[in-house]
């Protein structure tokens, strides 16, 4: 059975979300992907989709010097 660690990483990033102005609407109209701030942690977003979209989403954000870990 998988880990289910394993499967979050690789099907959400989580980073500041001032990290994404400026290229929110352009990943949100490129990817399908759900991005939100957690009620807990506003400060915090995630970005969810499937493991192939996450991957072509951290090469975008890449691309943009937006780290992704």
Not at 10 to 26: H, K, M, N
Not at 39 to 44: A, I, K, L, N
Not at 45 to 63: G, H, N, Q, W
Request: proline residues 7%; aromatic residues 4%.
């Amino acid at each position: 059975m998988p880990d289910p660690a394993r499967l979050r990483d690789s099907t959400q990033i989580v980073l500041p979300c001032a990290a994404l102005d400026g290229v929110r609407e352009e990943l949100e109209a490129e990817f399908t992907v759900t991005v939100y701030s957690a009620d807990d942690s506003p400060e915090v977003c995630r970005i969810i989709a499937s493991p192939v979209e996450i991957k072509a989403v951290a090469d975008f954000l890449t691309r943009r010097g937006i780290s992704v870990q």
